[in-house]
């Protein structure tokens, strides 16, 4: 069997950087609504349907808080849920 050749510094540089943000603390789908200020079945339909960015841990969605606030920021309508005076 062939051996695979060694990660570049920079892949492993990448790989460490895509490891700490998937460490970093997890949203619940009723804080997540708090934040959005809509209610937890929105949230909890929006993660079923992949219209936010989800993954189920156990039967529950949980939510980066990266990820939600990138999701919000590519939105139209999202300076009201970030808080941003227009």
Known sequence: MPLKPPLSPDAIRSNFRATDQNRLPLLTSG???????????????WAELDEIPAFKLG???????????RWLEDRPDSSAALGKQE
């Open 31 to 45: 804080q997540v609504a708090g934040w959005l200020g809509i209610s937890q079945r929105t949230v909890c339909l």
């Open 59 to 69: 039967h529950q969605w949980r939510f980066r808080e990266h990820e939600v606030r």
